[in-house]
């Protein structure tokens, strides 16, 4: 849909002109989402009305409410996702309710903002997107925040304070919580289902200066991640490289930068790119 109509302006016009849009991500819609449990139950009414009446209706769809918010029309995704069908339908809902053109009901704003976190943390930024450009998943770069606690910064470095040319390995939990992040876009993110085969990342100090140290990270991980939520044997294969800051002090990580090497999923190959936000 972000690779087709929802980057048509025709589309943007009409959806901010005439309509109130609104997504909703359909893990926290789950049994065990963090979406409120009124959140939740409205959205199952919208399902329960739209199959009473006959509609499509289903997870993956596009849904027009009325202003009352009961249900007036609904299309399946994959008819959607044509900018002709979705323009049809929302014209339609249009000429139907005689609604005039106004200004946003909700100023635009960037979709991926940076989580509030605890003080002394580290807010750390993941895009990963496919390198193959092949079908609707590999038009658009996908992102996750990551957030390393003092206690995870902590873990980066070793003790007594390491001396140039030092290698250790580092501690498995800070990897893992950084890696399990590494996939293209996929319908499934929960990375919870996620299973590490193989996993390595190797810490060497490249420069010091007083308590603070350039540290060059690299390794590899070959990791089980399901495309859709179901185990289906599909595995990520990653080699990487980076660099990080670190306080010897104070335990904390002035910034960190990864990238893949090379990193292939599903018969295709993607990158990742990470890099933390000035404290």
């Not at 849909?1 to 016009?13: E, Q, Y």
């Not at 919870?192 to 420069?207: C, G, H, M, P, Y």
């Amino acid at each position: 849909m972000r690779a087709g109509p929802l980057s048509s302006s025709k589309v943007i016009d009409l959806l901010n002109g005439y309509f109130v849009p609104v997504y909703v991500v359909n893990e926290d819609y789950s049994k065990r989402g963090p979406a409120p449990p009124e959140e939740k139950a409205e959205r199952d009414r919208i399902f329960k009305e739209g199959h009473a009446a006959k509609l499509s209706v289903g997870s993956v769809h596009v849904y027009v409410l009325r202003p009352d918010g009961h249900i007036l029309d609904s299309m399946h995704v994959a008819k959607a996702a044509r900018t002709t069908n979705l323009v049809a339908m929302l014209q339609k809902a249009i000429d139907t309710l005689g609604i005039q053109h106004g200004s946003p009901a909700v100023t635009p704003c960037a979709q991926a903002v940076a989580p509030e976190v605890s003080e002394g943390s580290l807010t750390v930024h993941l895009v990963a997107r496919s390198l193959d450009g092949k079908g609707a998943w590999s038009e658009f770069p996908v992102e996750n925040w990551i957030v390393l606690t003092r206690e995870d910064q902590q873990k980066m470095c070793i003790a007594p304070l390491p001396r140039t040319g030092d290698t250790w390995p580092v501690d498995a939990a800070l990897a893992e919580k950084i890696q399990t992040h590494f996939y293209p876009a996929t319908e499934n993110n929960d990375v919870s289902k996620n299973r590490f085969i193989e996993q390595r990342l190797v810490a060497t100090v490249v420069d010091r200066n007083g308590d603070r140290a350039r540290i060059r990270v690299n390794g590899n991980l070959k990791m089980q991640h399901s495309f859709y939520h179901k185990d289906d044997g599909k595995f990520v294969e990653a080699e990487f490289i980076g660099f990080a800051q670190h306080d010897h002090s104070t335990g904390k990580i002035g910034s960190l930068k990864l990238t893949t090497r090379d990193a292939r999923y599903n018969g295709g190959k993607f990158a990742v790119a990470v890099h933390s936000l000035k404290p």
